[in-house]
């Protein structure tokens, strides 16, 4: 008899694992109380890079006079934007939707939750059905940490989630928190005209990369208007008398008035109502379910990928946690099997310029007292970038100055998402430094800059 392999959540870990556990021989039931494709799809990843690829293209339009054209001024529509949004989400869960069943995969549309070590209850809109399992994948996704001091309306006080589709677009807003969603937000509401106040606890944006990446993002922040309060805590948000704005005050005694505020301070797991108890799954302080190199619970036959583990907050972390599972789960990782190396995740910020890293960072190897080779190109030198009118960013490669394999690097610059990849391949392969100085690539392309500064 095939085993019984049921997931708590649809999103990428949650599919991803369905539909390849199912083409590896288990019987697999998905439960989704929303969206097939997940939180990704219906609030992050998905809706919030669209609005940036439509303020992207508002921010083309002011650069293309340096082009050889004339003044050209992009107006929003925000009907047609609302319309994109849907038609990409709802295509994007269809092609989900399709991929699950050409597998086979039982999908049941509601909520679930363990009720022993081997049954989970879905109270779907069809009424309770209790399902029996010899394994289980958690991938419950997280959803917006909301601190005490604070109460979105949805109206004017805002969560992530509350900016999509965009009702209206804000006049002013400030944005709470400078980590990647944080300045995310900042530059998708200044590309549509918003004024922005960014509040950043620390020195600067970004805490935790590249001082040197995050001065490049804050000048071009500077640039467009944005105010940036450093070193200051948000510690209240409140609507003012009259209803129709926020006020914003920090722990220093500052103070910031906007239309708008909206929170991005990290999130939290799903995991509270799902009854891990019941099943007996261990989990933290915070909620996360710790996991092995497997993606293995305390329990032998329960799984957790995604958010909920507490790793890295990607889409495609927890689509490759996702694989892992369902490698584990039906054997295949006794003949091939490689864990997730966390470390080696590239992950992009979709700003302007977009900022791109992978591996090894600079300061991190200097920490620890590591040798290593940095070389820097910046784009100003490659023609591509010349010739697209956009010169701003850079390439940074650190290889082993003894063997050349490349340890990690950051693109900042156009395309920077994707033109990690190449750096990515490298840091997974092992690639040399000399490998992509030699590879034959395209010119004119921002790629050539990878390859001078692989020099
Ligand atoms: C604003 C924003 C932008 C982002 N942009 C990016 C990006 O550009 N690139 C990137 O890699 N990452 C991005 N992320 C992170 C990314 O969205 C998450 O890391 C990813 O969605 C995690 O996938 P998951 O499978 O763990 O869960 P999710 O995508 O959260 O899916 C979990 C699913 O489980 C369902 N669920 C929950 N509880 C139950 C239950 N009891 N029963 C049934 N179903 C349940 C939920 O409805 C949900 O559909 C972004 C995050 C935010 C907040």
């Known amino acids: 008899m095939s085993l019984r392999f049921v997931i708590l959540g649809g999103g990428p870990a949650g599919h991803q694992a369905a539909t390849y556990a199912a083409r590896l021989g288990a019987k697999v039931t998905v439960i989704e109380r929303d969206v097939f494709g997940g939180a990704a799809h219906l609030w992050d990843c998905i809706p919030s890079k669209t609005m940036i690829a439509t303020g992207g293209a508002i921010s083309f339009a002011h650069r293309i006079e340096g082009m050889g054209l004339g003044h050209?001024?992009?107006?929003?529509?925000?009907?047609?934007?609302?319309?994109?949004?849907?038609?990409?989400?709802?295509?994007?869960?269809?092609?989900?939707?399709?991929?699950?069943?050409?597998?086979?995969?039982?999908?049941?549309?509601?909520?679930?939750?363990?009720?022993?070590?081997?049954?989970?209850?879905?109270?779907?809109?069809?009424?309770?059905?209790?399902?029996?399992?010899?394994?289980?994948?958690?991938?419950?996704?997280?959803?917006?940490?909301?601190?005490?001091?604070?109460?979105?309306?949805?109206?004017?006080?805002?969560?992530?989630?509350?900016?999509?589709?965009?009702?209206?677009?804000?006049?002013?807003?400030?944005?709470?928190?400078?980590?990647?969603?944080?300045?995310?937000?900042?530059?998708?509401?200044?590309?549509?005209?918003?004024?922005?106040?960014?509040?950043?606890?620390?020195?600067?944006?970004?805490?935790?990369?590249?001082?040197?990446?995050?001065?490049?993002?804050?000048?071009?922040?500077?640039?467009?208007?944005?105010?940036?309060?450093?070193?200051?805590?948000?510690?209240?948000?409140?609507?003012?008398?009259?209803?129709?704005?926020?006020?914003?005050?920090?722990?220093?005694?500052?103070?910031?008035?906007?239309?708008?505020?909206?929170?991005?301070?990290?999130?939290?797991?799903?995991?509270?109502?799902?009854?891990?108890e019941a099943a007996g799954v261990e989990f933290d302080s915070g909620g996360y379910i710790p996991i092995n190199h497997h993606c293995v619970t305390n329990l032998p036959h329960i799984y957790a990928a995604g958010d909920v583990s507490g790793k890295l907050?990607?889409?495609?972390?927890?689509?490759?946690?996702?694989?892992?599972?369902?490698?584990?789960?039906?054997?295949?990782?006794?003949?091939?099997?490689?864990?997730?190396?966390?470390?080696?995740?590239?992950?992009?910020?979709?700003?302007?310029?977009?900022?791109?890293?992978?591996?090894?960072?600079?300061?991190?190897?200097?920490?620890?007292?590591?040798?290593?080779?940095?070389?820097k190109v910046p784009f100003s030198s490659s023609a591509k970038a010349l010739i697209n009118n956009d010169p701003r960013g850079f390439v940074k490669i650190i290889s082993d100055p003894a063997t050349g394999v490349v340890l990690g690097g950051s693109i900042v610059g156009r395309h920077a998402a994707e033109l990690i990849s190449v750096l990515a391949l490298a840091v997974t392969a092992n690639l040399r430094v000399n490998d992509i100085v030699e590879s034959l690539l395209v010119h004119p392309a921002l790629s050539g800059a990878l390859a001078d500064a692989a020099e």
């Open 313 to 375: 907050p990607l889409s495609s972390v927890a689509t490759m946690q996702g694989r892992k599972v369902a490698e584990h789960v039906t054997g295949l990782h006794t003949i091939e099997h490689r864990h997730v190396d966390y470390d080696k995740a590239a992950s992009a910020i979709f700003t302007e310029p977009e900022i791109a890293d992978v591996g090894l960072a600079e300061a991190e190897a200097f920490a620890s007292g590591r040798k290593i080779r940095v070389t």
């Open 72 to 276: 050209a001024e992009a107006a929003v529509d925000t009907e047609a934007l609302t319309a994109r949004i849907s038609r990409i989400q709802d295509d994007l869960s269809h092609d989900v939707v399709e991929l699950l069943s050409s597998q086979n995969v039982r999908m049941i549309k509601g909520s679930g939750r363990f009720t022993g070590t081997h049954t989970v209850l879905v109270d779907g809109p069809e009424g309770p059905e209790e399902i029996e399992f010899d394994a289980a994948l958690i991938s419950t996704g997280s959803r917006p940490r909301i601190p005490d001091w604070c109460d979105p309306d949805g109206i004017r006080i805002l969560t992530t989630r509350d900016c999509y589709p965009p009702k209206l677009f804000p006049k002013s807003i400030t944005v709470v928190g400078s980590g990647v969603t944080g300045v995310e937000f900042v530059h998708m509401f200044s590309s549509f005209g918003a004024d922005v106040t960014l509040v950043v606890s620390r020195q600067h944006v970004l805490p935790g990369k590249d001082p040197e990446v995050a001065g490049v993002l804050e000048d071009d922040f500077v640039e467009r208007g944005v105010k940036l309060l450093k070193g200051a805590r948000a510690e209240s948000i409140e609507l003012n008398d009259d209803g129709d704005g926020v006020i914003v005050k920090c722990d220093d005694g500052r103070v910031v008035r906007s239309t708008h505020a909206v929170l991005a301070i990290g999130s939290v797991p799903n995991t509270e109502a799902i009854g891990l």
